[in-house]
């Protein structure tokens, strides 16, 4: 346990501190950071792996059966004789309460590793278990949860729940454990000639990953509704994504819940591709209203990391255009922020700035105070499937592509910006710079997961009805080399 001299002194300084600042309705960004910074402290003096996601968060895949308290590390089975039996097994399961013990003695889940490559590169960069756990939803029961029995039941304060695969998108680095539209694909056509993520659904049925249908009895969707009306209570969070949940009746029937159990601390988190019919859209709008007013906040989650017809390749399902407009009528019509997430994986580089630029114009638009941020940006990279990574490409690729990112961002930074609500904010920047760090790292897997990228592509651009180099002409030359590689290894496997 901490220092308690260390404990007293910091309380005192970070009470007094807080203290001042709730005076103030509306942080500024340099605030959220100040408070990190603090709070960072704090839980060092815990553990150096401590983070309360593992005890507050949990994403829940009911199609499948499967949890995990971080986007980070992989989902995990919930054995479903572990929710028969108690139906909080669904956040609560016995492997996740094995990890809360190794963090509260100090010891690094080997899941968690995207937070400690982060620590690793930089001591003085933030992580995601220093965000998250510093986060309003979480930080309020640090002392509960820093002192638990991890063998305890706790209920989360951020859940996320996806109650179907159903989604009209099948994006490059997806699965049909997730999207019904890669199901479909999978069923047809087989499975991708990859060392990892070739979704052969023997694999998936192997690991228990292989949804139920939509008329099927499904074990862990009773837990939840069993489980949920306790639940509800006591989160911060909620949030409904997909598959593409405005897709499933489950998703409509859950919103009809919370407008007739109002919670005025409840802020309500929708993710969407935004891809979906105009009706479809129509009636997330009318709903999105509705939560606004009968809960603390209503948010809107969508996903981008490339522009125009990259994206439309990487997403497969997408139009850029649509999207963009459909981003606009939720600013317009409703009081939601639209937060932005990304994926960003090798095909998102050539026009990764085109994005931000597009970015920045929604915030010319929509942002008119520090405080009033209604587009925020998650920046992620993707780390599977392997053979979609960044890092696959030469070094010279990764170095011009970094600088032409860092000099965008750095353009529109909170000290240099000519327009003083339009920026990048301080978080947005952290994670661009890790993310530029990662980039420039040499891998030492490359070669092989650069032999399944051309593999991956040639079998997506066929099944998708697609061009690579027509539309990647940036990639266009390293993808031919490493065609030409792969063809000779091919020759070689044949002559053996």
């Not at 479903?80 to 909080?88: D, M, R, S, T």
């Not at 050539?350 to 009033?372: A, C, G, Q, W």
Request: proline share 5%.
């Amino acid at each position: 346990m901490w220092n308690e001299t260390r404990r007293f002194s910091f309380l005192s300084f970070h009470g007094d501190w807080c203290k001042m600042k709730s005076q103030t309705k509306n942080w500024s960004n340099s605030d959220r950071i100040k408070i990190v910074e603090l709070r960072k402290d704090r839980m060092d003096e815990i553990g150096p792996s401590f983070c309360s996601a593992k005890w507050l968060q949990t994403t829940l895949y009911l199609q499948t059966g499967f949890n995990h308290s971080c986007h980070h590390p992989s989902p995990h089975k919930i054995p479903v004789e572990e929710v028969l039996e108690n139906p909080a097994a669904l956040h609560n399961s016995k492997f996740k309460k094995e990890q809360r013990a190794k963090m509260l003695k100090g010891e690094r889940p080997e899941e968690c590793g995207y937070c400690w490559n982060v620590e690793d590169l930089d001591k003085t960069y933030f992580s995601d278990r220093h965000i998250k756990t510093s986060d309003q939803w979480a930080w309020p029961r640090f002392n509960e949860i820093s002192r638990s029995d991890p063998d305890d039941d706790v209920f989360p304060s951020y859940l996320e729940v996806s109650f179907s695969n159903a989604c009209n998108f099948a994006c490059a680095y997806c699965s049909p454990d997730v999207s019904s539209k890669w199901m479909k694909d999978i069923k047809k056509n087989g499975p991708y000639p990859v060392e990892f993520g070739s979704h052969h659904l023997g694999d998936l049925k192997k690991r228990g990953q292989f949804p139920y249908s939509h008329d099927e009895d499904n074990p862990y969707v009773n837990a939840f509704n069993e489980w949920f009306p306790s639940a509800y209570p006591q989160l911060k969070v909620f949030r409904i994504t997909g598959g593409e949940p405005t897709m499933s009746k489950d998703f409509w029937k859950t919103l009809d819940f919370i407008l007739e159990n109002p919670r005025e601390d409840l802020e309500i988190s929708i993710n969407t591709n935004l891809g979906v019919p105009r009706e479809l859209i129509d009636k997330l709008i009318l709903y999105a209203k509705k939560l606004d007013d009968s809960c603390k906040e209503c948010q809107i989650y969508t996903s981008c990391e490339a522009h125009g017809e990259q994206a439309n390749y990487i997403r497969d399902g997408m139009n850029y255009d649509q999207w963009k407009n459909n981003v606009t009528r939720i600013l317009d019509e409703t009081d939601c922020r639209v937060v932005i997430m990304t994926t960003i994986n090798i095909l998102s580089m050539p026009t990764f700035v085109d994005f931000l630029k597009d970015m920045i114009e929604f915030r010319k638009k929509y942002d008119s105070k520090d405080y009033n941020h209604r587009t925020p940006i998650s920046f992620n990279h993707l780390r599977f499937p392997p053979h979609l990574q960044v890092s696959l490409l030469p070094k010279s690729y990764r170095e011009k592509y970094t600088k032409e990112i860092l000099d965008y961002v750095m353009k529109w930074h909170r000290d240099v910006t000519p327009l003083s609500s339009v920026k990048f904010y301080l978080e947005e920047i952290n994670q661009i710079q890790r993310f530029c760090d990662y980039m420039l790292k040499d891998q030492t897997s490359g070669p092989k997961y650069q032999k399944n990228f051309v593999q991956f592509i040639e079998e997506y651009d066929k099944r998708r009805k697609k061009n690579f180099t027509e539309t990647f002409p940036e990639l266009a030359e390293i993808f031919e080399l490493w065609k030409e590689e792969y063809s000779e290894f091919i020759m070689v496997k044949n002559l053996e």
